[in-house]
Each structure stands twice: as structure tokens, then as C-alpha cells.
């Protein structure tokens, strides 16, 4: 009986042992599958973005770069990413209400579009990352001295810079029997005072006199553009965002005055210009929305981001503009699209 009764006291404790196991194995494999679930969340929970866009002015050129930009960074991140585009309509002191707008709702990244909007963010802020297009030298726009192909802040960017010494080759190629080169922009602009003393430079190289005609604002284009074609057989207009915007007031005056206009780029010469060496626009703005990808997600420092160039270049003429004055354009430029009536 002793026996008996001790068997069965010793089958009683191993199936005790045998269920502790069991529930201690269920426990463990629930507590591990809540560590999983847990951690598939975390990463589910993706990282947003909130960008804040400024655009000098409304203008073809800039608009097809705030479209790339745009287009690159909805790529790389869908959802995750809030873009805000706001227009300055080509006043400064509007640039520098939207930058501090931006800082005070401390947006992940400022994409500052057109030279006096990358100032004022710059000017706005010193800690969140500006990434700007549209700017045709940098060192000259920040008043860099020491220019090493990053601006060393938190600023980094794309140029819009064309080949200047092509364009000069371009008006010569069309012109070669010019003497007097007129250049026609604005005086508050740096970057266009920079395109004009560097084409000056290689427009003299061909034998042009050259001679600056400057405008203050709007007001006075009309006014200049007179002046300068009563002197001139040629004209430049650099990428400048004022003339941009009043390309139809040049137009109307260097037209009627039989006076051809070389533009810094397409949307200039679409409104006013015979032919252009251009850039795409889109596509700076797209190569800047890849650089703003890699400061937000993998920590690119902008301070260290060298200064994106265009690399490729495409010789463009107007063709009503070239009908209007009888001027013959050689078959290598592609004409422009035209907007119809």
C-alpha cells in the first residue's frame, strides 16, 4: 500500500513539473511575440516630414523647379512628407515674413527658391537646413569670400548658372556683326551683377563694346530698356528675376525698337528673347529635392554639401521673335513651345 501511494505521489509531482514547463514555454513564446509586435510598430511608425517652400515670384523657371522639387522628394517619401509652397510675389521683405513663418513653425527643411529667398531663410535661421535652387552663385548671394564649393552654414543648394562664356559664344555665333552689347538687369539683384561682369569679360574677348543699363525695380524697365536699345545692336538679359517678370514690358520696347535680345534662359527668351543657352529648371529643382532627402533621412550635414551645377545645356530660340525680326537661326537650336493665342 506504502508502495502504491508512493508511485502515485511521484507521477503527481512530474506532471506538475511537466505543466510548470509547459506554462513557463507559453509565456516565454507570448512575451516574445509581444517584443516582435512591439518592434514591427516602431518600425511601421515611420519618421514625417514637414518642408516649407519659398518661391520669389511666380515665373515658368521657377515653378518648373518647385515642381521637381516637389516630384523628388513625393517620391523618396510618399506619404511621410508635408511640403507647404508659399509665393513672395516677388517681394523680399514677403521672403523673410514666410522664413520666419517656417522657423517659428520649426519645419524640418526650408527649400528657398530664387536668391532673396534663400537670404531671408538664411537670415531667419542658422539651425534648420535650407536647401535653395535657382541661385546663380552662391559665394556672391552669401557674400562668401573664401569660396570653397560648400557655403560652411546651413544653407546648400543647385545653381541655375548657364555657361556664360557659351552664351557669349551664342550671341556671337548669331551677331558677329555687333559692335555695341547692351546688358540689361536689375540692381538689386548680386547674382545678375555677377553674370554681367563675367559675360562682360568674354563678350569683350570678341570685340563687343559693353555697357550695363540697370533698373531699380518694375518701374523702371520700360524707361531702360529705351535707353539701351537706342545704343545697342544687342542686347543680354542675364537670369534675373525682375526682368523674368516684365519680360513682356522688355519685349514690347526692344521689339518695336528692331533690337534682338539674348536671354540667360528659356523663360526670358519665351517672352522676350531670341535664343537662349538654357538649363532645365525642373531639374535642378529635382536634384535639390534629392539633396533635401538625404539631409532629412540619412544626416547629410548642408554646411559640407557641395553646390550642384547643371550639366547639361540646350541651345533654344523663340521662334515668333526670330520670324518678327528676320533673323535666320542655324538648324543645331531647338525652337521653343510656344503658348498658343
Known sequence: MKKILS?????????????????????????????????????????????GVIQLVQHPALDAATEGFQAALT??????????????????????????????????????????AMQASETATSTIPIVATSITDYATALDISDWTGATGTNVTGTSDLAPLDGQATMLNELFPDAKEVGIIYCSGEDNSLYQANKITEYLEGYGYNVTDYTFSDSADVATVVQSACSSSDVLYVPTDNVAANCAETINNVALTAGVPIVAGEEGICKGCGIATLSISYYDIGY????????????????????????????????PLIAEQLGIEIPSDYEAIAMDEE
Do not use: R
Open 7 to 51: 508511485l502515485l505521489m511521484t507521477s503527481t509531482l512530474m506532471l506538475s513539473m511537466v505543466a510548470c514547463g509547459t506554462d513557463s514555454a507559453a509565456q516565454k513564446s507570448t512575451d516574445s511575440q509581444s517584443t516582435e509586435v512591439t518592434e514591427e510598430a516602431t518600425t511601421d511608425d515611420a519618421k514625417t516630414y514637414n518642408v
Open 75 to 116: 517620391e523618396k517619401l510618399g506619404d511621410s512628407v508635408t511640403i507647404t509652397v508659399n509665393n513672395a510675389s516677388g517681394d523680399s521683405a514677403t521672403c523673410a515674413t514666410i522664413a520666419n513663418s517656417f522657423v517659428s513653425d520649426n519645419v524640418d527643411l526650408i527649400m528657398a527658391n530664387a536668391t532673396p
Open 287 to 318: 536634384a535639390a529635392g534629392l539633396m533635401a532627402y538625404d539631409i532629412l533621412v540619412n544626416g547629410k550635414d548642408p554646411a559640407t554639401t557641395e553646390i550642384q551645377y547643371a550639366t547639361e545645356f540646350t541651345k533654344e530660340y523663340n
